[in-house]
């Protein structure tokens, strides 16, 4: 009887945990409020329907030395998402955009590829977590919890559409779950995150 209650348990949990990983549903609070702007520069956006397309692991691999943080905040501060305990922070734009200040202004040099870094500063750790082609650029980071944060952006299809793509990636296990959707398509007014608007980046 035990060993039956043991395994009806079990299964339930893997079922759960499954249920939670294919779907969604239990982020949608996130969409609705802090990534509202994003998922409405999307037509026909059914979050609902989103499922996941691959598991992918942090790249781990170093990005930069925290030593110099002070001169990289006074750049790009305003573009880093912390968690909610600022024991870390996400960086979506120092690899893409290589800001300088000329005089008053902020100019940025653009690369065609994008990085995510991901910076602990607790004990002085930052690495790469996900690297991004020409295909893929992620607009948004949102923090969850101390676990769990969503990476939201959008992906190129060979016809020149873009269409959303949503990674939530998982601080315990290091790796991404990676979502997309072949039939929202971006709209023509494309999305700019205020954070980006925020770094005052001046041609």
Known sequence: MKIATFYIITLFSTTYLFSQITSLTNYKPFF?????????????????????????SFENTPFRDTKNLKAFYNLYKPGLSFSWDTSHFIDIYSYWLNLEKKGNKIVANAEVDQAV??????????????????????????WIDRRYFILAGTLLDYKDVFHPKILIGDMTKKVFYVYTDSVSVALKTGYTSEKFKKLNIQE
């Open 32 to 56: 609705d409020k802090n990534l509202k702007r994003w998922t409405q520069s999307f037509k026909n956006f059914h979050f609902e329907k989103i499922r996941i397309s691959d598991t992918v």
């Open 117 to 142: 870094s991901l910076c602990d500063l607790k004990n002085n750790k930052w690495i790469r977590i996900y690297f991004c082609g020409y295909s893929t650029r992620i607009d948004e980071a949102v």
